[in-house]
């Protein structure tokens, strides 16, 4: 069965300053992976995802994270964090074989607190 | 092109009344599928819709049920309510296998009193 593990519950960083959230998954398949952020009383909104082809991956506002299989992490970073930057974030493992529904599980996520 | 809509927004019930929650998947979509959100927790999965069927099913109680419609879109009823049902009720759509991302709405917030 798969499963995620978020290994930070609260980061906090100062404007400018890079930015590293740590996932550790858990698949007996070749996952899918996604980082999903939700800012305060809104839905989920995609940040990018892996899906076994490039290793590192790009989203969107400059977010990006690697894939390392040996390593079973999925980590996401930022280069400069930015005060919108400031919200909660989900790492996501989608489920394959056998039930092939892409039922997601998510990590219990990570608040980004970014200071001035 | 409109993305995945729900509704309400906000709902307050008591216990053991019924409720019924309603999603919109985005164009090109035909997979629904309902996760509940409990404070400070990660989306938890109810289950998932394609074809009409209920394809695959969480670990939770048969007072939640669902239905979906010939125009893809879905509803979540959930019936008996109970204090522990107050959570935030996120509808996500996707293809079906295609390439597993989810796109969710906004959410609906239930609260049970």
């Known amino acids: 069965a798969q499963s995620v593990t978020q290994l930070d519950s609260h980061v906090s960083v100062s404007e400018g300053t890079p930015v590293l959230l740590r996932c550790n998954y858990s698949s007996s398949y070749s996952p899918s992976l996604f980082w999903y952020v939700q800012h305060p009383n809104k839905g989920l909104q995609l940040l990018l995802k892996y899906t076994s082809a490039a290793t590192l991956v790009k989203g969107i506002n400059g977010f990006e994270a690697e894939f390392k299989k040996s390593e079973t992490s999925f980590h996401l970073t930022k280069p400069s964090a930015h005060m919108s930057d400031a919200a909660e974030y989900f790492c996501v493992v989608s489920e394959v074989p056998p039930s092939n529904t892409g039922k997601l599980i998510f990590g219990q996520g990570t608040t980004l607190q970014v200071k001035p | 092109d409109a993305g995945v809509t729900q509704s309400p927004t906000h709902l307050i019930k008591t216990r053991g009344q019924q409720v019924t929650l309603r999603c919109s998947p985005k164009s090109g979509h035909d997979t629904v599928s309902w996760y509940q959100q409990a404070l400070g927790q990660g989306p938890q999965f109810i289950f998932q819709y394609y074809e009409e069927e209920e394809r695959q099913r969480g670990n939770f109680p048969d007072r939640f049920s669902g239905h979906q419609f010939p125009n893809y879109s879905s509803e979540l009823n959930v019936n008996a309510l109970l204090l522990g049902d107050s959570a935030l009720y996120l509808c996500?759509?996707?293809?079906?296998?295609?390439?597993?991302?989810?796109?969710f709405g906004p959410g609906t917030r239930l609260t049970v009193t």
């Open positions: 996500a759509s996707s293809s079906w296998g295609g390439s597993r991302e989810q796109y």
